[in-house]
């Protein structure tokens, strides 16, 4: 038995396209069926019903039929549309960036249930008032361990050994850390080969470490509690975004907006 013809599922909109004069493609990240794509017809006539429900950033009740190519979105109802999140920039763009997220690392299919919960926690997350980027950094870690990629953070990547509270060395290729022994082996080997544009590895300091570490294996509450001093926070987000950037091959569109935004707010 497949699919049946109809069918209904709640999922978060991660983001549309228009096809054509009137209807959109919107991708929607679901609990049962993973990422997949859909027609909303119609969707872009200003008395759709179907429109505000199907735009990023909104958990929606959805009906489905089976369509030959892309299943069609047939109705739609709005659970949550988030509506402190977008109507403020930078929570917005917090916001934007998580889907963009999402949407980078995953592909068409597959059901992943733990990536659905963290994915529609984190939009309440950053809908409160006083929700900062730690959010971020703790969603980007569970994110990656959901995906396979999680950092080890432990033993040596290389040798093995269990890591000392000293300064490593996190190396996204290997996706974890080197001991200083095996990072300044790998700087000599890389030495002799001078065409190399990024570097292997970069330090992580001891506090980094002991907060990934926690992060890795509390809930977001408790992650909340541990207080980050600017300097902190600037190394965890280089650390974490260095790794995804290593992973998806490329910078995301919305982290540089949210950079972008950041140093508007620093500059006022
Ligand atoms: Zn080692």
Redesign the pocket.
Known sequence: MGTPRNYQTQGIILKQTKLGEFDKIVTIYTPEFGKLRAVAKGACRPKSKLGGNVEPLTHSLMLLAKGRNLDIVTQSQTINGFLALKSDLWRMACGLYVLELIDSFTVEGGENRPLFDLLLDILHQLSEPDSNETALRYFELHLLHYLGYRPQLR???????P?KPVVNFFSPGKGGL??????S?ENRRYEQIETISTRPSFPLSVEALKVLRLWQSCDYATSRRVKVKPELSQELEQVLCEYIRYIVQRELKSLTWLKELRKESVSL
Do not use: F, G, N
Not at 155 to 161: F, G, L
Not at 178 to 183: D, K, T
């Open positions: 033993r040596c990547v290389s040798c093995d050994t890591l080197l001991c200083p022994h095996c990072h082996e």
